[in-house]
């Protein structure tokens, strides 16, 4: 097992760094959180570069890049706190698209021509159980009529691929609806360049993706949602960490930089030891799912969990240790601690998945999936 | 030990109750002119101060000519328990009444008393405290705001920051250096500061959460001149001053910690029902466990203040008030994370004022300013291994 | 509400250490664990000076002192890893006997001529329910057949209060039984001071001290039981703290004691405000039980889930801040670690009672009690 | 990132497991005289060596000459990871094996290697290291014994303590003070010390569990008399050569705790269905998470590990290890307690033998020597803070 970056994947890691370096700076994430941008340029931009194409197979004109590099986008996104629908499209929409081999649909992605989410849960819970949302299979597709709630990017995408279940049948099945064919409802304003929203279908004109058996291809979604997330939270962390280490450097008290202080020194130490074993655990999952190994499904709950311990650790202490500073408005770092404390109520909270894994293990009875 | 005081004590608690009754402002009247920081005293806010002067349930345990009616230290406890309970503010303006009056009562030239307590106490000023600089947050003997004696007047140059209220207050209880050729804590003075003396500046920061409202601000001095008779005690003398005007502070505000992590755990427990409901039973059986730890350490918390409250009327040392402060900040932030996690996306929801909900993650980050400020939590475990455990500085 | 000692209570308090660090030294416990001596001196000793007698009814020829009284005596005996019967007779024995009335009984305890335990957990778990232990009535008074687990002090005390079904009604009740008529085996190895047995009944003659309606006052006399241990175990972290400092303060490395490292004086912080809250907590459910206020029970659990982590703590870092010294047997550390995780597994573990009060809270449902 | 190994790597395992089921010592074999003390090398455990090291699967990665097969860093690691797995100890001398010899390999004379390296690679004798003194536990540069050159001798006079397997072992890797003039770790020098030379007294130091089997020692010398020949490497060069040798012993040891962990994990899985199943049913969903918990740990280290090991491979830097060995020992322990609390007043339970049963306050307890010895957490800390962090020396 070898989870540490390829020079190919290094490579990649460092030009997006670099673009969104130059792309999204903090005073892009602040522009956005202060109402006067809608980060649309970066969406512009990112399309430019064909990053919503990374993972989409040749055939429809992607990259054909494998999810562990996708993830790393994901990570990349979180480290840049960058606004716009670029992570819904990428973990959550094309697996969507790829699964049930909408090649017309990926080629509309990878041409930058259509962004999209996921429209899965329904209250706080995560998964596909207790979906009541419905589809009415029509002449020329289908008709959806329901709530789903929290949507990655709701506001900012231009189409969201629902999970409902078919009136008749009672099966799950997926139908892709134009955002302009639902009521958006932004939430989330805590962090509003998240642009999470609750959407509301009311009889939505729908184009049926799969209508019935989708819940294997739908775990395997979930799952690379979860994983995007959990390395984007952590990108996010790893941002607080640096950021944080940075101004302990410098910070003076005591006649000494704080960072010289032996207490604080104990709990970089920990901080890093945090960050980095949710790292590897995310790098771990990614690759688990870029190789369809059979823990995929354990090795996404173990990070998602692990990484809500991780955003646990670094927004306290990296909030904590900035002092009075990280506590104003000016200073960046709540872009960050938001971004990061986000991600744990999204996609499955840390219980959630370790709830999952409980079960897997034969710990507890099956939880009702 | 026992679990109720002495029948005295509740029968003052029944007095104060029936009056505060009768004489609170109403909660539409509140409402509809809410204090948006630590030192703004709306119109009904200095009624109320004066009603509270007026019949000695201001600070009970002062002499009626200062508002109060000579209450001993339990009577002033159910005091504040039931003030705070009750959802009025006791103040809207807390170090002035809590920090500044107390410390002008003990230092204070009659003059200073007449023209700065005493308006204080009767709701028509407030004030603001200006200790924290850029280089000197947790270290007050690092201070570099100068006051130069020119005259009769003092010429200030210099810059506080963390100013709570210096947006709203009508004076500053200013600590600045006055000798800078002794050691560090030797050459701190505390002098007043009307703050509409030309060359002061206030920048508000705003915070985190509800921008909208800034309550901390930086504070700009040059060539500020005040009089030399706003010199509070002796030249010099600001460090043990200091350490008393904390005091004053630290005695009671145990008790606010305590009120505020049972209200705080009280929403969480009107909070969670619902939301334990949502989720599959084998996750409600965890997420009822954190619930539990949370109710747990308010209960801890509470323990552990009346257990250093009957000693310190035992005469007990002040340090012990750093394991409260502490304590108390630490449990209700996690109590505000373990809420604001458990509800779910919903927590990200905001509201455009100051006040604090549990279950959000504006709740949550706004609670850092307890194990921040005042001492952090990092301070606080300093003083308690210092302090209380005697281990040798390092 | 007070939770500080009265004067009176401090007297006792340290009469009782006072006594306790002459008649109990750690050279008494270590003879004990290396099996040198059974520390029946030390029973003969606290006999002459009372103490069983202490929480007694006047009536019965006790010293009459409340609850709070005995919480403190349960602690000091924790403070000096103290071995033998004391505590059980004290904490269980005595709350039954005063529950169910039993004049005589009391008065043979208070003479110092009978030490007892309560017999009635059954396998793990703590409190009355799926009690198998049968009584069958007999014209003399009951024979007793079942097994019950880890008895404080089974292998010391003179007699067992017995909890167990009658045969016939299927009621609760509570039995006398000798000592000498039941099958003790030691277990607890590793904590051999505490005396811990499973006591095997196979028809055992008993005195039937209540056969029926037992369940409230048997409540009552969990929390005592609860309490007490308790405050037990808070008395071994307390003196695993003042070891630890103490050690901090003499041991050099580095050309520093090791208490003046910042980061071990952060810890020591963190060890004092845990013993502290543990500690005021545990007051508060002594104090509860004393004035039998409504929220004893609420209290007690509350308490021992308390003195849960704080052993944990404890323990830990004792442990870890002695560095090798505290690993060895030679030293007298040990002690009070393996007392204070003892304390942990009897009496309900810390999860149980954090169960417990999660149903009183309504927040999960009713656990089958 | 990859899942797998390459093919070839792979066949090297299957190799090894093909051999080490023809070769490897019986449980019964074992069971009959287990080894006692970390330097205790029993009839089969010698016999084991000598088959291991005649085979080349004693250090894989050294040359056929020295008991390897010039094995590379991947081929090692799943040497090691099958090792481990198998339930048969290597060595029963782990710093000898690993530690002594590699160092005595790079900077010892040949008779040295002759006298010392080869016998033990044979199986023939077996080392302890002499590090720890009782001013100078984690701090080597603090060391106190002396060695004072006298004609072709030299003379030492001192105390080591916490010696695994002094009691047990042949000869002793001692660090020891050759020079007192000058700055601390500059004087340091290590010196081959026979067991049985007059003038060496062992006194073991029992443990607070199984204290029947003590490994830990004190070791006094007054006036021990040894060839000046018995020097290893350059005169007053120790302090180098220890932090060669450390990196040896860090090399891998990462692993062992991975696959530790793992077997702790297993052995946790296997207990707790019938724990669980016997708690009620809301306490069973908060202990199962525990267990949780501790199962993502068991990956954790080890995704940790194979990514500082890919580091490592790369030419990454050592202080990483220190990560390992900080989070390694503190899940173990967190296991080992998580373990034993879940199961009860059974966890008591004390068995006179040195092994660990998850379960057990004794496999707690016993886990500790982890999170103290070889570096404490505390020492990894501030190696991390320092070294991999950037962060300055208070």
């Not at chain 1, 430019?48 to 989409?56: V, Y």
């Not at chain 1, 999810?67 to 790393?72: I, M, Q, T």
């Not at chain 1, 990878?110 to 706080?124: D, I, K, Q, Y």
């Not at chain 2, 994370?337 to 509201?351: H, N």
């Amino acid at each position: 097992m070898d989870l540490e970056l390829s020079d190919d994947q290094q490579m990649l890691r460092d030009n997006i760094r670099t673009v969104l370096t130059g792309a999204c700076p903090p005073s892009l994430v602040r522009a956005v959180h202060e109402g006067t941008s809608d980060g649309a340029e970066l969406w512009h931009q990112v399309v430019d570069l064909g990053w919503p194409a990374l993972g989409i197979r040749e055939e429809a004109g992607g990259v054909g890049l494998g999810f562990v590099e996708v993830a790393l986008l994901a990570e990349e996104l979180g480290r840049a706190a960058a606004p716009g629908p670029l992570l819904a499209t990428i973990s959550q929409f094309v697996p969507v698209l790829e699964e049930f081999d909408c090649i017309d649909l990926l080629a509309e992605v990878a041409e930058g021509r259509r962004s999209g989410s996921l429209a899965v849960a329904e209250g706080s819970s995560w998964g596909l159980h207790s979906i009541s949302t419905v589809a009415e299979v029509t002449a020329d597709g289908a008709r959806i009529t329901g709530r789903k709630d929290a949507v990655l990017a709701g506001s900012q995408v231009d189409s969201f691929a629902v999970v409902a279940r078919d009136r008749t049948s009672g099966q799950l099945g997926v139908y892709l609806v134009e955002r302009s064919a639902a009521t958006v409802i932004p939430t989330g304003a805590l962090e509003p360049t998240l642009g999470l929203a609750d959407v509301v279908f009311d009889g939505a004109p729908a184009v049926v993706l799969a209508a019935a058996g989708v819940e294997a291809a739908l775990e395997r979604v979930l799952q690379q949602a979860t994983t995007a997330m959990t390395l984007h939270i952590i990108g996010a962390c790893r941002r607080v960490f640096e950021l944080t280490l940075d101004y302990a450097k410098i910070r003076v008290q005591y006649d000494r930089v704080i960072g010289s202080f032996q207490a604080l020194k104990h709990r970089f130490a920990d901080m890093y030891l945090m960050v980095e074993k949710a790292n590897a655990l995310g790098y771990f999952a990614a690759v688990a799912i870029a190789e369809n190994d059979p823990r995929r499904a354990e090795a996404s709950h173990m990070a998602k969990a692990t990484a809500g311990e991780c955003q646990r650790l670094l927004v306290e202490d990296g909030l904590q240790l900035h002092g009075g500073i990280g506590y104003t408005w000016e200073n960046d770092l709540h872009f960050w601690l938001k971004r990061a404390k986000a991600g744990e109520l999204l996609c499955g909270s840390s219980l959630h998945h370790r709830s999952q894994l409980a079960a897997a293990l034969g710990l507890i009875s099956e939880v009702n999936v | 030990m026992k679990l109720r005081f002495e029948s005295s004590v509740e029968e003052f608690r029944q007095e104060f109750l029936a009056w505060l009754a009768d004489n609170r402002p109403t909660a539409e009247e509140m409402a509809a002119d809410p204090a948006v920081s630590s030192a703004h005293c709306p119109e009904w806010a200095k009624r109320w101060t004066k009603r509270l002067f007026d019949a000695g349930w201001l600070v009970p345990g002062w002499p009626p000519e200062r508002g109060g009616r000579n209450a001993g230290a339990h009577e002033t406890l159910v005091y504040l328990e039931e003030m705070s309970r009750s959802g009025v503010p006791r103040t809207t303006n807390p170090q002035g009444l809590g920090i500044v009056v107390p410390s002008l009562l003990d230092y204070g030239t009659p003059d200073q008393i007449e023209r700065y307590a005493m308006p204080l106490l009767h709701g028509e000023i407030t004030a603001c405290l200006g200790m924290s600089e850029p280089d000197a947050g947790s270290d007050l003997a690092n201070l570099k705001t100068r006051a130069v004696r020119d005259g009769d007047t003092f010429v200030l140059n210099g810059q506080k920051v963390w100013t709570s209220g210096a947006n709203y207050a009508d004076f500053c209880f200013l600590f600045c250096r006055t000798d800078p050729d002794v050691p560090k804590h030797k050459g701190i003075s505390i002098i007043l500061l009307p703050m509409d003396t030309p060359g002061v500046t206030v920048r508000p920061l705003n915070e985190i959460v509800h921008p909208q409202h800034p309550d901390l601000n930086e504070v700009f001095l040059t060539d500020v001149v005040v009089p030399a008779a706003n010199l509070v005690g002796k030249l010099n003398d600001g460090w043990a001053m200091a350490n008393g005007s904390l005091a004053h502070e630290r005695g009671m505000v145990w008790l606010m910690s305590v009120i505020d992590m049972e209200m705080g755990m009280q929403q969480m427990l009107e909070l969670a029902p619902s939301i334990l409901e949502a989720l599959p039973e084998q996750e409600r059986a965890v997420a009822a466990d954190d619930v539990v730890r949370c109710y747990i350490e308010s209960h801890a918390v509470r323990c552990l203040g009346y257990r250093g409250f009957a000693r310190l009327v035992k005469g007990g040392s002040a340090p012990e008030q750093a394991l409260m402060k502490l304590f108390a900040s630490a449990s209700r932030q996690r109590l505000a994370r373990v809420a604001a996690e458990m509800r779910g996306p919903d927590a990200l929801e905001s509201k455009p004022q100051r006040s604090r909900r549990v279950g959000t993650l504006e709740d949550y980050f706004g609670i850092f300013g307890s194990t921040i400020s005042a001492g952090s939590s990092e301070i606080q475990r300093n003083i308690i291994a210092e302090k209380v455990l005697g281990l040798p500085r390092g």
